[in-house]
């Protein structure tokens, strides 16, 4: 039980590895805050990991400061204290990216690749993103990580917490597999963690990074078989990840384990890249 007696606030916690990290957190003794955009996910998750009665589920985007807030007055008025958030909410394509061109010619071009030519065709991404798909995804996975930090930590500071806040960035961010408002978000959320980690040190709140790999939860499924057998090829643990050994890194960090960690990023990736 490392987490008995704290409260935890998971963002994107009805499906996939903020599921995970729910479930984990709950069966660890956390009193968990189940958010997420969709209720009925958010709901689901709450059935799953609610036994003792102490957790609840809030609907947010977490691109929304008022949402967000709202969900931290709640937490405030029920808890009255906050000890871990993790920002897990994200996405990885949005309307008007050109996602799916972007898609159909990394097909084309790994069938190339394939039969051991030189591929001809070119990703091409960024000449097809529109404002709003750019916008859509740098506004949930990184604004709404900013919004979250900064409702935990008046939460956190005014109730004398010393918690541990958890940012879900992307190996995307590390080597640029992905697309570019993707990787770009998800770095930001490095440079947001290591900043934010030299701010809090004083006060005892810890702030690290989780730069997952390839895992198997819904954002992973639609990507083409082939793909993803050539992603696995380049891992050497030769397989995806589960959301469940995602979770536990962030244990790790939530948890008195990882006291002396702030201002760090944990690469649960199989060493698909090393850091
Ligand atoms: N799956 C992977 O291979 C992989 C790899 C690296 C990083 N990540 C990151 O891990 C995190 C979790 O991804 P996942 O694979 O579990 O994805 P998922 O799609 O399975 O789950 C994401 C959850 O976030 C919620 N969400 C989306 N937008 C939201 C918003 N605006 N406000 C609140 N909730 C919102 C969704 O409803 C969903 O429940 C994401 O930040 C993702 O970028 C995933």
Redesign the pocket.
């Known amino acids: 039980m490392r987490l008995q007696g704290k409260v935890a606030l998971v ?9 995970a990290m729910a479930e984990t957190f709950a069966r660890e003794g956390a009193a968990v805050v189940v ?4 209720a009925k ?2 709901e689901d998750t709450l059935a799953l990991i609610n036994a003792r009665g102490d957790c609840m589920s809030a609907v ?4 929304n400061s008022a949402q967000v807030a709202a969900v931290y007055a709640q937490v405030e008025a029920r808890y009255g204290r906050l000890d871990v958030l993790v ?6 394509s949005a309307p008007g990216d050109g996602y799916d061109k972007f898609y159909e010619r990394m097909g084309a071009m790994n069938e190339q690749l394939a039969r051991g030519e030189t591929p001809t065709v070119h990703l091409d991404h960024t000449i097809d993103m529109q404002d709003e798909g750019w916008q859509k995804v740098v506004d ?2 990184m604004n ?1 990580t900013f919004y979250n930090c900064r409702e935990a930590i008046r939460l956190m500071i005014k109730c004398g917490a010393k918690g541990s806040i958890i940012n ?5 961010a590390l080597n640029g597999t992905g697309a570019v408002h ?1 990787s770009a978000s ?1 770095a930001a959320v490095l440079g947001l963690t290591k900043s934010l980690a030299r701010e809090l040190g004083g006060r005892g709140i810890r702030v690290n990074a989780i ?10 499924a639609g990507i083409s078989p082939d793909y993803a057998k050539q992603m696995v090829a380049s891992i050497p643990l030769g397989r ?2 589960e ?1 469940q050994e ?1 979770a536990n890194t962030a244990l790790f960090l939530a948890s008195e384990e990882g006291s002396y960690f702030t201002g760090q990023t944990l690469a649960a990736n199989g060493g698909w890249q090393m850091l």
């Open positions: 963002t994107g916690a009805g499906l996939g590895m903020g599921r958010v997420d955009v969709t996910d958010a947010a985007d977490v691109s920002n897990n909410a994200g996405i990885g949930i996975n709404g879900i960035s992307s190996t995307s993707y998800k730069c997952p790999g390839a895992t198997n939860t819904r954002m992973m995806m990840g959301p995602v």
